[in-house]
């Protein structure tokens, strides 16, 4: 079996790295020194995009539409060269019509297209502890199934229509721009209530809140780290953008989603769109006056 | 040691049980047929609250504010009849600054006060398992311990002032809060994308998201199920306005509070103020037009 990855920005280099472990696995980024420490590690670099014709599965993770669009398609045609009746994997976060428009490209190209997002920070994707959400045809996601397991601990299929793995990706990362903004609001709250932050911290990471995405963010929250960014709050806007452009499509209220999308363009306007999105706290202690945490 | 417990409602009734499984107590409730399976199970009924002038120990667990007022004071004064330097806590989520007058009522009295909010559901609290969030002199809550730990499984001390205590039990009620918005939005975004929400309740609560919160309400709101309330809407409503007037007191943004109330306020003008508070989804279902889910 002939693999190919195509992305290798910070998770799309985790999920190649995993891949690499078990198959034989061609890879391909824009800009090509990102593919190096790959190539060191036995991967076979593509010099176009033209050299996963022979691939019978590829992969791509990619940043947003635009970058998807200018992969894949030549206005409505699979530009991307795939041999007949291999298998697609699209593990960008991306919005519901540009899945629509993949599968009808690579259904008109015979070539079987799975739509697998999938949850978890950079870190997650170098240990192959993803969490793979994926929908489209089963015998498909069957055959891919070593390839989605070498990155994820956790496969969940949604269904046959590919774009039911994108809405619940965007629902599911909802929910974490939800918790985010919660925890900045809770923490910013208690601070000024004279509450330590430790306190409060292990309060709720020790009881009701003792869940991973929790223990991931209330401590940089509570500390006001600057990690490296595991989620930039550019990408979280795009999250929540695209969420509320699906809501609108389906007609649904999603009321909360439009705060915390100013929050989080008030943040990008103050100069923190590289910064991982958790800083939307430290934006909402200083509005609230509150001084800098003293790290420990 | 003589314990006395005033407020046998949902909350008040379970961790009266609890009390008096080791202590002798002495209990007191405004309609007193509360009080017989407790009178059953060997605790004394207290006829009035004179009654708790003996008292080493007296604990409440009432409503609200004014619930609050008419019980422990008269104007500016101590009215419960406490025996100097016994220790009274209370345990009702209460503003702030209902807290900071009983502090004074109870200081001019020579009685140790306490404000020891606790989190958790009556199934929780018949069980013993709440979580005891508590604030006040540090060598009065130790004096308690055997007390808090009849009702608690943790006990977090918040610091010397009891204040501190209602404001941490705030900025829980308002991360519970916004966890229940968040799940309304969620599933409805999910299920009108046509998502099974049992395959998109596994997601949830077997990955990021696996914190007693979630697993207490995603399954009420993917099942559309009609509990015993845990939680009214009403009092959701209460906990919520509360954050927002300390907000409002300590000058701190609190962006989605708004947004959230409005929902709970959208839901007891549907009718639904005696309903668990997880009925927000299905009100927000509804408004997306989506059929009322099969019960399995």
Known sequence: MTLGFIGLGA???????????DHALKVYNRSSEKAASLVAEGAQQATSLQDFADCDIVCSM???DAAVEAVYLAGDTLALPLKENSISISHSTISPPMVDRLVAAHEHANVRFLCVPVLGRPDKAAEGQLVAVAAGERSAMDEARSVLEAISTRQFWMGPTPRQAAVTK???????AAAVEALAESFTLTRKAGIDPETFLTLITETLFSAPIYQAYAPLIAREENPTPGFKTALGLKAVNLAQQTARDLRVPLPTAE???NQLRTAIAAGYADEDWSILARLMAQTASLPPIKRR
């Open 62 to 64: 990619l940043s947003d």
């Open 170 to 176: 965007l629902g599911m990362n909802f929910m974490i």
């Open 11 to 21: 998770m799309g280099l985790g999920m190649a790295q995993r891949i690499n472990k």
């Open 259 to 261: 705060i915390i999308a």
